[in-house]
């Protein structure tokens, strides 16, 4: 069965500081894919990054980052040169190919919350 | 271009009243899902589409059903609400499948349920 794990309930960093936020996986599939997610307060939800199993460079999108090691099952988010707009709840997810029942399923963390202070 | 949408956005019952919450995508996607989002628990799937014409369970399916209406559409019904269900409600939607892992899931705004 899928699980995603977020250990930091709450993480705070200064403007401008780079900030990682942990996200630790399991599932038996051979294939899946791992997503992040960012929700400020208002409460939409919004994509930032994803990183598939088969990939053989860690994703980055602008000030995102991926670090992907595959065989500790970690997908951790780097977030460089912190702005007070990215304080908001981060969400880690991962779908994976159903291989061993329940395809497609998208599974999330409990999330992190991360304050960006001046 | 509406993307994913969710009627309604708020809503208050009364415990033992049923509702549905509707949700429709316009881009053609294959895979829909229902989270409930409470403080402290993330997103927990209740119940998902991989594809029109199925359903499957998910974290939190008890006291919750849905329906595939067809491509567009994917509606959770709550047949009596208790004030357990009180929650936010997302729905979302992937044009992902077993064989291509890569599409992320776009979300609607949310319906915010109390149940009293």
């Known amino acids: 069965a899928q699980k995603i794990t977020q250990t930091q309930p709450g993480m705070f960093v200064q403007e401008k500081e780079a900030v990682t936020l942990d996200c630790t996986y399991d599932?038996?599939?051979?294939?899946?894919?791992l997503f992040w997610y960012k929700q400020p307060s208002s409460g939409e939800m919004i994509f930032l990054i994803y990183q598939g199993s088969y990939d053989q460079q860690n994703a980055t999108e602008g000030r995102y980052s991926l670090n992907f090691q595959k065989a500790r099952k970690s997908a951790n988010l780097v977030i460089s040169a912190s702005q007070l707009g990215d304080s908001a709840m981060y969400f880690c997810a991962m779908r994976d190919a159903g291989l061993t029942g329940g395809g497609n399923k998208l599974t999330f963390g409990t999330g992190t919350q991360l304050k960006v202070e001046l | 271009n509406a993307g994913v949408t969710q009627t309604p956005k708020f809503q208050v019952l009364k415990t033992g009243q049923s509702m549905t919450l509707q949700c429709a995508q316009d881009?053609?996607?294959?895979?829909m899902y229902w989270y409930r989002q409470d403080p402290g628990m993330g997103l927990r799937l209740i119940y998902y589409s991989a594809s029109e014409g199925t359903t499957d369970k998910g974290e939190v399916p008890n006291g919750y059903n849905v329906s595939r209406l067809n491509k567009r559409e994917f509606s959770l019904r709550l047949e009596s609400a208790a004030p357990s269900q009180t929650s936010v409600y997302f729905c979302a939607s992937s044009e992902g499948d077993r064989l291509r892992m890569n599409t992320e899931a776009f979300f609607g705004q949310g319906t915010r349920l109390t149940v009293v």
């Open positions: 599932t038996s599939d051979p294939s899946y894919g």
């Open positions: 881009m053609n996607h294959n895979s």
